[in-house]
């Protein structure tokens, strides 16, 4: 019997080797991930992307995926694609904002786009072209990888009810969040991820921003911090299949195109799941911890977030063009975009809720 299988396998091998033309060439490209493939969605995001590229150009693309237990540069997965160590990178934007701030806009940036909103802007809005702007300056070709949608706010051991309750609170907020949250006198720190948890748990920090719950439930943190605070900093984290443009118009016409037919497919997928994933993390931590309640900040904390949001923002783009440009396009399609989901989906949710 074992034989038998063996010839079968022996004979699937040989007729996938016969369908590629012998004057085929085989392209291999080698993609870095910023994620390890236990992370949830984005782990496996890249996975998907090899496989259905392998498939989809019938072994004319061979994709080898890199995590960061392999190339150790989790966080600087742009450099290695851009100096072309690797050809793709699977990451994401704003976590190279320190290079080039402008790169902030291409994930999502405090009281932004919404990813339905996002997307329309990045597809037809203009976003798509300002991203490649910006890219062209980094030799990259930048294609969406997905979109995890809202992020939480955090979580918060005790209740904030005022802009008084947040000075001197020590908050473990990274990126632009952080950095709003330090104008109104948070201390926004840094944590070693294996010591956030006991941090939390003994008060050396007051709160953690983390994800969203799919992302934050296996943390932990529901079990020692009880309030879990809705969203500003990160409406619509959108990640990036980056290429390095040498190695992408080094491939032929056909090949290109089932790079970008995979990478939207997966982007889809990624939206998709977070959607569905994240409604089931939240069931079962409310099931589980119905000690935690979620919360908002109050008005006068979420008008200040916004106007130092808006002060960052416009100190950066007095300072660069191209910034000014992508931020003058986003606000802009922001107040029509608004208009539609406040009252198209805002409006139905309010109105129907039971
Ligand atoms: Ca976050």
């Known amino acids: 019997m074992n034989n038998i299988k063996h010839l079968v396998a ?7 080797t016969c369908s590629l033309n012998a ?32 498939t989809m150009s019938n072994g004319r693309l061979q994709v080898r995926i890199d995590d960061p237990n392999k190339h150790k540069a989790g966080l600087a997965v742009m450099d290695l694609t851009k100096t072309g160590q690797y050809d793709i990178g699977y990451t994401a934007s704003y976590y190279y904002k320190g290079k080039d701030a402008k790169l902030s806009f291409f994930t999502t940036i405090p009281f932004g786009l919404l990813a339905t909103e996002q997307h329309a802007w990045f597809e037809y809005g203009g976003g798509k072209e300002l991203a490649q702007e910006v890219y062209d300056q980094h ?60 941090s939390l748990d003994r008060g050396t920090i007051d709160a953690v921003e983390w994800i969203s719950p799919v992302f934050d439930i296996n943390m932990g943190f529901q079990k020692v911090a009880k ?5 500003w900093q990160e ?23 089932i790079i970008e037919t995979a990478a939207s497919k997966v982007a889809n997928r990624v939206m998709e799941k977070a959607m569905y994933q994240n409604a089931l993390a939240w069931d079962k931590i409310e099931t589980e911890h119905p000690d935690v309640k979620v919360a908002s900040f109050p008005k006068e904390v979420l008008t200040a977030l916004s ?48």
């Open 10 to 16: 022996f004979f699937a091998v040989v007729a996938l």
């Open 23 to 54: 004057t085929e060439k085989v392209y291999r490209l080698k993609l870095a991930a910023s994620w390890a493939n236990t992370v949830p969605i984005l782990g496996v995001a890249p996975i998907e992307f090899q496989e259905m590229v392998e």
């Open 139 to 198: 030799g990259l070709i930048h294609l969406q990888g997905g979109n995890t949608g809202m992020q939480m706010g955090g979580w918060f051991k005790k209740e904030i009810t005022s802009l008084e309750d947040l000075k001197g609170l020590k908050v473990r907020i990274p990126g632009m969040g952080g950095e709003v949250m330090s104008k109104l006198g948070v201390l926004a720190v840094t944590v070693p991820l294996g010591e956030l948890y006991t």
């Open 227 to 231: 309030f879990y605070y809705t969203g």
């Open 235 to 257: 409406p619509a984290s959108e990640i990036q299949f980056l290429f390095n443009k040498k190695s992408f118009e080094n491939l032929p016409k056909d090949l290109q195109m």
């Open 307 to 354: 106007k130092a949001t808006d002060t960052i923002l416009d100190e950066q783009a007095s300072k660069d063009p191209l910034f000014k440009k992508i931020l003058d396009s986003q606000r802009a399609f922001i107040t029509k975009a608004r208009a539609w989901t406040k009252m198209g989906d805002y409006a139905y949710i309010n109105n129907t809720e039971k």
